[in-house]
């Protein structure tokens, strides 16, 4: 049975003390979701520490932006996945477009990650997705296809999330139609060997579209960026109606 993943990524936006006042706020929202609903919380490195402290009793699961795939090394500006481990991280986002684009992400490093992140009892939560271009040129499907074909050489795929986001809805206001995302996380899974992988929707995912999004039968959760970054609007896509 698949499992219903909703994942706020906060990406570079709140400190320490910033954190823990939405969490402050949050906690008495999420605990009234339903059982059958994982919520988890990627946040940056510098507030994993104090919110693992936190979340002790907590439904709320803890999640990374990136690892590194050694252990340890002269790799400045990384993280490894036993420093997560250590603090409490359970999910870890791998491959979003935004490190692609702006950070030089391949899929050669994204499958090196995913490898580390399952290595060290991480669940990675793997992003794929397609420009605004690519679409116009009819090679969503391709594109993408292409991307799991050599993200997921050697991984496990009964430990892990994907999530498809479409790069032009994401941080854009426009969102993909739920029956066009519906459809190509059909396509996704039917290219897995395990069809039982939780499969999310990402891009410009709100309070407003969330009961329709997870509505369709091929979408297993969320991953939100900027409506998962007040105890308000995240609080009421954990909530939504089933």
Same mark, same amino acid.
């Given at each position: 049975?698949?499992?219903?993943?909703?994942?706020?990524?906060?990406?570079?936006?709140? @400190?320490?003390?910033? #954190?823990?006042?939405?969490?402050?706020?949050?906690?008495? @929202?999420?605990?009234?979701?339903?059982?059958?609903?994982?919520?988890?919380?990627?946040?940056?490195?510098? &507030?994993?520490?104090?919110? %693992?402290?936190?979340?002790?009793?907590? =439904?709320?699961?803890?999640?990374?932006?990136?690892?590194?795939?050694?252990?340890?090394?002269?790799?400045?500006?990384?993280? %490894?996945?036993?420093?997560?481990?250590?603090?409490?991280?359970?999910? +870890?986002?791998?491959?979003?477009?935004?490190?692609?684009?702006?950070?030089?992400?391949?899929?050669? @490093?994204?499958?090196?990650?995913?490898?580390?992140?399952?290595?060290?009892?991480?669940?990675?939560?793997? *992003?794929?997705?397609?420009?605004?271009?690519?679409? #116009?040129?009819?090679?969503?499907?391709?594109?993408?296809?292409?991307?799991?074909?050599? $993200?997921?050489?050697?991984?496990?795929?009964?430990?892990?999330?994907?999530?498809?986001?479409?790069?032009? #809805?994401?941080? @854009?206001?426009?969102? *993909?139609?739920?029956?066009?995302?519906? =459809?190509? !996380?059909?396509? !996704?899974?039917?290219?897995?060997?395990?069809?039982?992988?939780?499969?999310?929707?990402?891009? %410009?995912?709100?309070?407003?579209?969330? $009961?329709?999004?997870?509505?369709?039968?091929?979408?297993?959760? +969320?991953?939100?960026?900027?409506? %998962?970054?007040?105890? $308000?609007?995240?609080?009421?896509?954990?909530?939504?109606? &089933?």
């Amino acid at each position: 049975m698949r499992k219903i993943i909703l994942a706020g990524n906060w990406k570079m936006y709140k @400190t320490q003390a910033e #954190a823990l006042e939405f969490l402050e706020g949050f906690k008495p @929202t999420v605990e009234d979701a339903p059982e059958n609903r994982e919520v988890v919380l990627c946040v940056p490195f510098t &507030a994993l520490s104090a919110l %693992s402290k936190n979340l002790h009793g907590s =439904r709320i699961r803890l999640g990374a932006q990136n690892i590194h795939w050694e252990e340890v090394g002269a790799y400045t500006g990384e993280i %490894s996945g036993p420093m997560l481990t250590e603090i409490g991280v359970r999910y +870890v986002i791998i491959g979003h477009s935004e490190r692609r684009q702006y950070f030089g992400e391949t899929d050669e @490093t994204v499958n090196l990650r995913l490898k580390a992140a399952q290595k060290y009892g991480l669940i990675p939560i793997l *992003c794929v997705g397609e420009t605004k271009e690519q679409r #116009a040129a009819n090679e969503t499907e391709s594109h993408i296809l292409g991307q799991l074909e050599k $993200d997921l050489v050697g991984i496990d795929q009964t430990k892990l999330v994907i999530a498809y986001e479409p790069i032009w #809805a994401i941080g @854009t206001g426009e969102t *993909c139609e739920s029956d066009e995302a519906n =459809r190509v !996380i059909g396509l !996704i899974r039917s290219k897995l060997d395990n069809k039982d992988v939780t499969i999310q929707y990402g891009g %410009s995912v709100k309070p407003d579209n969330i $009961d329709e999004l997870m509505a369709k039968p091929e979408i297993d959760g +969320v991953l939100v960026g900027g409506a %998962s970054l007040t105890p $308000d609007s995240w609080g009421k896509i954990v909530n939504y109606r &089933a």
